[in-house]
């Protein structure tokens, strides 16, 4: 399988006044096509982090970054966001929906700022994706009148809409029960079997983790280990 | 670009409160701004109307070097020092070579005195005139016990009517003046002179004295005219203000001047228009002027004296106005004779249901007014003591003498019939601008005192008639005093006839004056002579500023060094009140929509801190810097330009109203003057409202500038941050 993420010696110090925090030691990894991956490690161990430079929201302060075979050290702040809108999906722990939109909106959202599709190209792939994550007949709705559940849904669903190789979610089932945290794990699993699309997503929880084809395990901004989860192959 | 409509339009109704708060603001201030230049430029054009239409013309030329600037209203100081220009028609052959000048107009604006005469005076005439019929100018001998007039019986009724009106005006002033004299304190005064007065005025209201009246008519007359006369307290001089021009050319070239009675001053001669204005402050009577401004002040300003029973207060104004009405009564019954008098008590009677015999009486009673009876004893008053008065102390048709101060410092009279009356449009009220009254040229040149061509004849004449001789400094001596002088004529010893040297003098004078008032002066005469100033008409009135230039360099080749003055210039300070409104009101604009600028911009902000996650999330999913400011951007500019159209509109709407409804009323002369008349009525013009729009657009873009930077510098990472 391709590499569609390439992470070589990567370290990210914040600096908070005259401190520095170093977020991130000398970190290397590489994902695969088509893994669901979990990036596990307590709180402040750097999952986030790490996230924010594979999703090319932040850059490293030494290492390189290689997502979809561009270095993220060599592209323009405005080539990120192309990036962004045409290569990765985001599905944030607190759901981040437009709520002056509503769910039909807010999944054809991307759509709209890639550009490039008639309107019936855009109603079929909506449709079809809300079909997906069994929100169909929410369509018309506002995100404040749907449950936790159902707002991650449509985030899920809008994080697919433009078909992205590459999903990138930061503890997405942190504001949700375990049933329905459990649900949309299942959801994402479903969506990287059928279409081949990576997942990379951050956890404590070792019950989600479970759901994962390997797990990264960080620690105190350093990658401590890589374990495949028996039962779960990735991808294709 | 749908979506971020989309989105936008949704957060303005997400935060309805925000978006009519800013909304409102921007409503009030478009609002303001409509309306603020929609009065504006209504006082401006209606002052340049009638500014330009009664008086300034489109420019005004004046002389380069002369001390002052020119200001056709009078400055702080007086009237303006302008250099004189000593020959008009020079003047006017230059300007007129200039394609865009109309007509050039000569004036010569200055302030004189007016006699106005008492009304003892007056009746002194009146009777004296009879005398004089009856004795035939003196010649014929008073017979005792007998009447002078009757030998003529037609003049024998007047005589007598007019003997018993000078008896009842003597009755009247020496129960004035006793008090006014009573208060007086001796030893401020000079006491002989004051038992003088108090003797002579004991000895004019003793029957005894005009029971012989009749015998020695002359002396009687002269009596009162030196010793009572001069105790009077009315009468004395006016000031007037005039402007001195070609009165045809200046009818031709100001429409606003309207003649409300009379007639024109004929082509050619001397006389005067007096502005209406003037004739109702300082020459109608007073308490009929009182009268007029009362019913003003309720009928126009909705002012009220206070009604009986009515516990709310009035205006004071109007009060103080009620109650010197009520005690100068003397006025009016100075004027009645005993017939007159007779016929008045009767009319009042009649009307005021009441059988009071006192005339006095009657009329304090009838100018006692409050809200209740005012209109009807307005009406009264008018239709039935009016007619029996005299209500202005000049008509059409007198001769009035004015005087005034040379530059020399000499003063020079002018007699001069008055023509008609006269009102400019728009200034109708304005005492200051509203007062100018327009005499002939010539009469302008003699009490400015330059040298006429009448002057100078009348001086050959004197020289003549003298038989004055030229003599040389050097021969001064010899010829003044040397043996082989010229015996020129040889003085005889006489008596001199007082009476017969005034009389001819009168007569001699009379004579000249009449022939002054009746001569005819060719347009050569008019224009070859003297003026201070001139105003100039253009074919077209918006080349003003080029034309100005042209005239200066036409001037210069004709060896005339002149100053140019647009009409708001030449008007001074009246003229600046336009551009200071226009400043006060910039000002206030400025001042609100800085406000609002802020308002908004700090409501933007907050709003853009509260949408950070919302931000960071569209950045998050591939939405470029650009794409958020300009969502920002549309957000403000909508709720600007919405409510900015609507303010518009509704100040449209207001001014339309106010318009409908009349507009501001004047509530004084001096707004009266500003508003070209007694309301401002506003007018609407497309640039108006295109410049309300304008700054409400500019002002929105400016206010959601830094909100809408602040938000594009909102990164992804925002997006990621949790609230934990």
Redesign the interface.
Known sequence: MAVIVSVVGVSKIYQLGKTEVPALRDVSLDIHSGEFISIAGPSGSGKTTLLNLIGCVDVPTAGSVVVGGKDTRALSERALTNLRLHQIGFIFQTFNLVSVLSVYQNVEFPLLLQGGLSSSERRRRVDALLGAVGLAQHSHHRPSELSGGQRQRVAVARALVTRPPLVLADEPTANLDSQTGANIIDLMRDMNRRDGTTFIFSTHDPKVMSHASAVIRIADGQVVGREAVSGNGGGH | M??LL??SF??L??SRAKTFIVGGIVLFSALLTVVGTSIVDTIDSGMRRSIQGSLSGHLQVYDAHSRDDLALYGGMMGENDLNPIRDFSKLKAALQSVPNVESVVPMGIDQAMLGAGNLFDQALEKLRGDVRRCTNGGAARAVPGRSPCAALPEVEKEYQAHKAHMQRMVGLLAKDLRQALSIIDPGTHNASELARNREALTRAIEPAFWASFDADPFGALEFLENRIAPLSLDGGFLYIRYVGTDVAAYQKAFPGMEIVEGTTVPQGQRGILLAKLYAEDWLKLRTARRLDKIKYARDVLEKRIVAKGRLARGDEELQRWVKENQTSTRDILLQFDPIRAAEATRRLQRALGTGEADLQKLVVELLTTDDDNFDQRYRIFYDELVPLLQLYTVKVGDSITIQAPSRSGYMNSVSIKVYGFIQFKGLEKSSSAGMTCVMDIMSFRDLYGFMTNDKQAEIRALKQTANVKAVSRENAEAELFGGDAEITGTAQSGNIDEGKLIQAARGNATSSREALLSRVYSQQEIDGGVVKNAAIILRDPRRAAETAVEIQAAAKRAGLDLKTADWQKAAGMLGMFVTLARVVLFIAVFIIFAVALVIINNAMVMATLQRV??I??????????R?ILVMLLVETVTVGLTFGAAGTALGAGLVRLIAVRGGIPAPNEQLYFFFSGPSLVPHLDAAGLAISLSIVFVVSILSALYPALLATRI???A??Q??E
């Open positions: 749908g979506i989309l989105i949704r957060n109704f997400a996650k919302e960071g999330t569209m950045r998050a999913v591939g939405a470029q810097r794409f990164t992804p990472l997006a990621m949790s609230d």
